[in-house]
């Protein structure tokens, strides 16, 4: 039986070679000429003489009996046997129980040799171990090529970052980009790196981290140009003149109709836009009653795109942060008064002029008259009821029919009349300590004024003021 094993047990029960073999020190007589092969035995078994007892007591075929008892080549090997040493073993039992007794008790005749089935064995060792360092050396080339794959690879990942594209010189042509307030050096490098100004992302990015310049980046529009040097579009991005803003700055004390026209003429916002912003979206305070007196007085950045509600939130939003430092609606109830008369009496101010000393004492002037009852007669709100800008108020202006003409109304106005800024406000929350009752700005031109509490001075005031303005 020569088939190939179908299971590694197999491997102990199959005969390597037929009966007829040469086997070393076998003392079988060779078979005659003219013997003939028994009907049904396999080629190379002859006929032999009747079997002797061998040393076990058994005659052959009794012997053979009991070797048909021993497992037999479908029968499988015990667990762990060695496949080579099964093969050697069933080889010798054949032989063995076909050669007898006499085989045992001889020595053989010369030096025994390897079998075919041991030089078969050995063949298969050698093989494997061939097979094995050829499985070595494919996987040694295997890992090798593995390593290589990982390093281009690794290579290809950190190659943008080492070494990331980058334009050279200073470009050309004109793009405008636009950094959103919070973006990071990555999010600024690829803004411009989609707009064609740098080449890369992290051609911005390396270039600020080595300037350690990130924290003086700003928001805003840019003018810069296509093609640029990272290097090159970081130099204009730190330089303001490089940003597309029209800066329009709003005095202190102007009205809300004169707010509009200057955001008009210096930001190009229509006028009417303007006045058709709904309030509910700007932003105001809860306790103010509409836009007079709210857009805070400083300098606006306005971007390309801003509308008229961004311009007038922003105002407002300044107005809040104005109103937080100075502690307006805590403070309010320290002079008996809320946040909206807070902000009306600021405007009063505002309006009057003066220096930034005369605040706190124009401020005195109104809380000593409303403590006693007394018309305020401010000049600045007869001229806001009539919509005019005068420092000559006649006897006339005195008479308008008007909530606004503290002439003819005890108490405040029914508002603010203009814009204060962050001093008339601190100003009307810290009134300066006097008895005044009357001022008077005697010379507009060099803003000077004067107080008093005696009605005779304030007659004299009024005389010199007239003269300076060439009314008397």
């Known amino acids: 039986m020569n088939r190939t094993p179908g299971d590694e047990d197999d491997l102990g ?10 086997l070393p020190g076998s003392t079988e007589p060779e078979p005659e000429p003219e013997a003939r092969t028994a009907p049904g035995a396999r080629p190379g078994h002859e006929e032999r003489p009747a079997p002797e007892a061998g040393r076990d007591g058994l005659a052959e075929p009794d012997r053979q009996a009991a070797a048909a008892a021993q497992p037999g080549p479908e029968e499988r090997v015990a667990a762990g046997a060695e496949p080579g040493s099964e093969r050697r073993a069933a080889a010798g039992a054949e032989a063995g129980a076909e050669r007898g007794s006499a085989s045992d008790e001889q020595p053989p005749s010369r030096p025994p040799s390897h079998s075919p089935s041991e030089e078969a064995a050995g063949d298969g060792v050698a093989a494997g171990r061939r097979r094995a360092l050829r499985k070595v050396g494919v996987l040694s080339a295997g890992l090798l090529a593995g390593v290589l794959a990982m390093g281009v690879g690794a290579i290809t990942v950190v190659k943008p970052y080492l070494s990331p594209d980058d334009f050279e010189g200073p470009g050309n042509g004109a793009v405008t980009v636009r950094i959103t307030p919070g973006s990071s050096a990555y999010a600024i490098g690829a803004a411009l790196a989609e707009a064609g100004v740098v080449a890369s992302a992290q051609s911005f990015v390396n270039v600020t981290e080595q300037r350690a310049v990130s924290d003086r980046l700003r928001p805003g529009h840019y003018r810069l140009r296509k093609g640029m040097a990272a290097a090159a579009a970081l130099d204009l991005l730190l330089k303001p003149a490089s940003r597309v ?22 930001a190009g916002l229509p006028v009417e836009e303007l006045r058709k912003v709904d309030k509910a979206l700007v932003g105001l305070p809860k306790y103010a009653p509409g836009l007079e007196g709210f857009l805070f007085p400083a300098t606006y950045e306005i971007e390309p795109g801003d509308t008229a509600v961004d311009v007038l939130a922003a105002m407002a939003e300044r107005f809040e942060a104005a109103a937080r430092h100075v502690g307006l609606e805590e403070q309010a109830a320290q002079v008996n008064l809320t946040p909206l008369e807070v902000v ?43 919509n005019r800008r005068t420092l000559a108020v006649t006897e006339s202006d005195t008479k308008v029919n008007s909530p606004y003409n503290t002439y003819r109304h005890k108490g405040l106005p029914p508002g603010p009349i203009a814009n204060p800024g962050e001093k008339a406000l601190m100003a009307a929350l810290n009134p300066a300590e006097g008895d005044w009752h009357w001022f008077v700005t005697t010379d507009p031109a060099h803003r000077i004024t004067k107080f008093t509490n005696k009605e005779s001075e304030f007659v004299r005031y009024r005389e010199e003021l007239n003269k300076n303005l060439g009314t008397r």
């Open 13 to 22: 029960d199959m005969i390597p070679f037929q009966d007829g073999d040469d």
């Open 245 to 266: 803003v029209r800066r329009v700055t709003v005095p202190e004390g102007l009205r809300v109709q004169e707010v509009f026209s200057r955001l008009a003429k210096l």
């Open 344 to 386: 009306t009496v600021a405007s009063m101010i505002q309006a009057e002029g003066g220096t930034d000393e005369d605040y706190p004492k124009i401020a005195r002037v109104i809380y000593n008259r409303l403590a006693k009852g007394t018309p305020l007669e401010i000049d600045s709100t007869v001229l806001y009821a009539q």
